[in-house]
């Protein structure tokens, strides 16, 4: 079944207070067109300067997950981008009127019900296209016992093991078998703290925004009266009391909520791969920097998948769509500068080519006849000529017609082609063809490595006749 990118109806608003600033923001989710991804937009700051949702742009994990870019930040986006990922949001332009998402509660509730509320839209006009991994992709940090393991899978899954020692918490597991579930089964998860831990971060003035109406405060050590009433002071409340080992008699929300937050926390930092895919995710005491390192491996090998995917399949064992004597006869070029033996493909709007490199070639014998290269302006020249038949491909009498090169753009020589190199060119059509003008995108592989790219415009014009 075709799937579809997703955006919300009409925008809403929330405000409330950043864990860690203290200081209050409002913040607007608006709807956004097709391939326009996850932006933030700081509209506090002059020129309103956004920053995508890109695990390339994370600048800090100490006690979230930051972006920054050219000096602005957002902080704590993670619950946020959770809530967007749970409803399978594609599209959104997020303002912001301060440096951080607001806490709320502490969990994606709000922002789940506030996304359901406005409406969720199908973008018929952008297909939703899906990586699944083809390997184990496995993050492990030793020194802290930490271990992220992504396996192929059909659905996106999710299962995450805490331990951190405690009486209190003991050994808790979460798991949800399709992201469908999260507003069930994930979202109103708090976020969780340690009673030691979140006493330093008091002292160090470090969590303005924190209360316990955001956080669960877990106390796994004896207290005393009296640090009782410095902590009712500090969270300014009458008085504080501990029972079954949480701070103020606090009801959770499921039997494992610390577990199932942070479930949603690695959804929410998952979300900064950038691209919609299918996992099974097991994760064995993550946190935002192993969640954020994690999210970069997956990212490089969708990448390294969409890359691969778009090199063309050469078999030499199927004929050719064009052999060297057609081409022959259609290109006006010839020895030594007739630089395409077959054509493999052609459509109305792509052609791909064959080069074989061989170490006879004209010019090794001056262009470093000890260390041959082949030219950078001849493998141009080869993708010229390969898009120069898909031009002449258009007129019913190819070999009554010229190709002329017109322009090149954004060239870039990625790696060496060598004797012995099977060069394999792909060339797209930018723009329709039009009185024999064609723009098109040039990419030459050789193997599954990228070795050329370059933009090129190229134009046929009927021979003059003797």
């Known amino acids: 079944m075709q799937a579809y990118q997703q955006t919300i109806q009409r925008p809403f608003s929330l405000a409330g207070v950043g864990v860690h600033t203290g200081e209050s923001v409002n913040l607007t989710v608006r709807p956004a067109p097709g391939n326009h991804g996850i932006v933030f937009r700081r509209v506090d700051l002059l020129h309103q300067p956004c920053i995508r949702a890109d695990v390339d742009l994370v600048s800090d994990v100490s006690r979230g997950t930051t972006l920054g870019f050219n000096g602005v930040r957002v902080m704590t986006v993670e619950h946020l981008l959770a809530a967007l990922a749970g409803c399978e949001i594609d599209n959104v332009l997020i303002d912001l009127d301060g440096p951080e998402v607001p806490i709320l509660d502490g969990s994606s509730r709000l922002f789940t019900e506030a996304i359901l509320n406005a409406?969720?839209?199908?973008?018929?006009?952008?297909?939703?296209?899906?990586?699944?991994?083809?390997?184990?992709?496995?993050?492990r940090d030793e020194s802290r016992n930490v271990e992220l393991v992504a396996i192929p899978s059909d659905d996106y899954q999710l299962s995450v093991m805490i331990d951190y020692d405690s009486h209190v918490l003991g050994l808790q597991h979460a798991t949800v078998d399709h992201i469908s579930e999260f507003k069930q089964e994930i979202a109103e998860a708090r976020t969780f703290c340690f009673l030691h831990e979140i006493e330093s971060l008091l002292d160090q003035n470090l969590i303005r925004g924190g209360s316990l109406d955001n956080a669960l405060v877990i106390v796994d050590r004896k207290i005393d009266q009296g640090r009782l009433k410095r902590l009712a002071a500090l969270f300014n409340r009458e008085d504080i009391e501990v029972e079954e080992g949480y701070l103020n008699n606090v009801s959770l929300r499921y039997r494992n909520e610390p577990a199932r937050h942070k479930l949603l926390d690695i959804v929410g930092d998952l979300a900064l791969v950038g691209y919609p895919f299918k996992a099974k995710i097991v994760a064995h005491r993550p946190g935002h920097a192993a969640n954020v390192e994690f999210a970069k491996l997956i990212k490089a090998h969708i990448k390294?998948?969409?890359?691969?995917?778009?090199?063309?399949?050469?078999?030499?064992?199927?004929?050719?769509?064009?052999?060297?004597?057609?081409?022959?006869?259609?290109?006006?070029?010839?020895?030594?500068?007739?630089?395409?033996?077959?054509?493999?493909e052609m459509s109305d709007r792509h052609v791909v080519g064959v080069k074989c490199v061989t170490f006879n070639e004209a010019f090794f014998q001056g262009h470093f006849p000890g260390n041959p290269v082949m030219p950078g302006v001849l493998q141009i020249e080869a993708m010229a000529q390969t898009g120069g038949l898909l031009v002449l491909n258009t007129v019913s009498d190819p070999e009554n017609w010229d190709t002329y090169f017109l322009k090149i753009d954004q060239a870039k020589f990625k790696n060496k082609v060598v004797p012995g190199d099977t060069l394999i060119m792909k060339l797209e059509l930018i723009s329709p063809i039009r009185r024999g003008l064609c723009e098109m995108k040039g990419t030459v592989y050789v193997g599954n490595k990228v070795v050329t790219e370059a933009q090129l415009v190229a134009k046929i014009v009927r021979k003059e006749q003797d």
């Open 304 to 344: 390294e998948c969409k890359q691969m995917k778009n090199i063309p399949s050469y078999d030499p064992n199927t004929p050719p769509v064009l052999d060297i004597k057609k081409i022959a006869r259609y290109l006006p070029h010839k020895y030594p500068f007739l630089l395409v033996d077959k054509i493999i």
């Open 119 to 139: 409406g969720i839209v199908q973008q018929t006009d952008f297909v939703k296209e899906y990586y699944t991994l083809t390997k184990n992709i496995v993050y």
